[in-house]
């Protein structure tokens, strides 16, 4: 049971260039995040999706979209990558009707230069 | 923006040890807290739920007080593979905030 998995693990990026960091969950959760976090300020959300259809701004959704394919899959993406999106990414998920433990994927440490 | 504050550390203790940490959180609607483990480099994992009645898992105990909205966690006997850094999270559907995290030493 694999749980979450994010891809990619690690990535450079120029300013400006765009990518999309996938997500996918096999343990049937309705509800799926994407955080960021970054040294001195924690886990930041970033956008998050209570079912499938539905998406969400968290509390830093600036320069990022998001897509919740289908029930398993929620990808994040940077349109025009910024040295300010240097983090490390973390997806999960949870279920919705229970009391929101979160299961992490296992991160992407993303650098923009 | 609705806080989630904690000490961030280092708690330096030595084997055997008895540790606590507390956290508040500003936001009196959260329904939902938890304490998550995290090693360097790692995703965070999920310790243990707190509840209001207090809970316990092993070394483990959390509670949560409502009234002054606060929660804990208290580690009994502290090995080595204890050493991480330890999360508190509280809100509510779709929107767990998260503290930055209090980090253990554990030494021989």
């Known amino acids: 049971n694999a749980g979450v998995t994010q891809t990619p693990k690690f990535q450079v990026l120029k300013t400006g260039q765009s990518m999309t960091l996938q997500c996918a969950q096999d343990?049937?959760?309705?509800?799926m995040y994407w955080y960021r976090q970054d040294p001195g300020m924690g886990l930041r959300l970033i956008y998050y999706?209570?079912?499938?259809?539905?998406?969400d701004k968290g509390e830093v959704p600036n320069g990022y979209n998001v897509s919740r394919l289908n029930k398993r899959e929620f990808s994040l993406r940077l349109e025009s990558a910024a040295p300010s999106q240097t983090s490390v990414y973390f997806c999960?998920?949870?279920?919705?009707?229970?009391?929101?433990?979160?299961?992490f994927g296992s991160g992407t440490q993303l650098s923009v230069l | 923006r609705k806080e989630v504050e904690q000490d961030p550390g280092p708690f330096n203790v030595p084997e055997g040890a008895t540790v606590a940490f507390n956290c508040t959180y500003s936001?009196?609607?959260?329904?939902?807290f938890f304490w998550y483990r995290q090693d360097c480099r790692k995703e965070p994992k999920l310790l243990m739920s707190?509840?209001?009645s207090g809970n316990e898992d092993g070394r483990f105990t959390a509670q949560l007080n409502r009234a002054s909205q606060y929660i804990s966690l208290l580690i009994r006997d502290s090995k080595l593979s204890d050493s991480a850094t330890y999360l508190c999270a509280g809100g509510s559907q779709g929107n767990l905030i998260f503290g930055k995290g209090t980090k253990l030493s554990v030494k021989p």
């Open positions: 707190v509840y209001s």
């Open positions: 999706s209570a079912s499938e259809g539905t998406t």
């Open positions: 343990m049937n959760h309705n509800s």
């Open positions: 936001n009196s609607a959260s329904q939902s």
């Open positions: 999960a998920s949870s279920e919705w009707d229970s009391d929101e433990k979160l299961f």
